[in-house]
């Protein structure tokens, strides 16, 4: 049963950060571009960072030279260091792959950043 736990959501001031996780299965993340998507509350859920199974990694430009994403193979392990937030990244995290058919998504991780 392939199924993903993102983690490390919360609640910051605009201006901090927070370092999300996801955990999935083997067959999932063995070989496979990896991302981020987030989902804003009325929005449509939007891919915003994609990392290749040996390392190359894309933004889309919102988010470009803020977050970087990044993986451990070994540990089936999706990683999303957000600095520098603003409130436009109020959203529900979610990790999947980047390319193919989509493994089940998980709950995702709220991320709220708020004065």
């Known amino acids: 049963q392939a199924r993903l736990v993102e983690s490390g959501g919360g609640l910051v001031q605009p201006g901090g950060s927070l370092r999300l996780s996801c955990v999935g299965s083997r067959d999932i993340f063995t070989f496979n571009t990896m991302a981020w998507y987030r989902q804003a509350p009325g929005k449509q859920r939007v891919q915003i960072a994609t990392i290749a199974h040996y390392g190359s990694a894309n933004y889309v430009d919102s988010v470009k030279g803020r977050f970087t994403i990044s993986r451990d193979n070994a540990n089936n392990t999706l990683f999303l260091q957000m600095n520098s937030l603003k409130p436009e990244d109020t959203a529900v995290y979610y990790c999947?792959?980047?390319?193919?058919?989509?493994?089940?998504w998980g709950q995702g991780t709220q991320v709220t950043v708020s004065s």
């Open positions: 999947n792959k980047g390319l193919g058919e989509f493994a089940p």
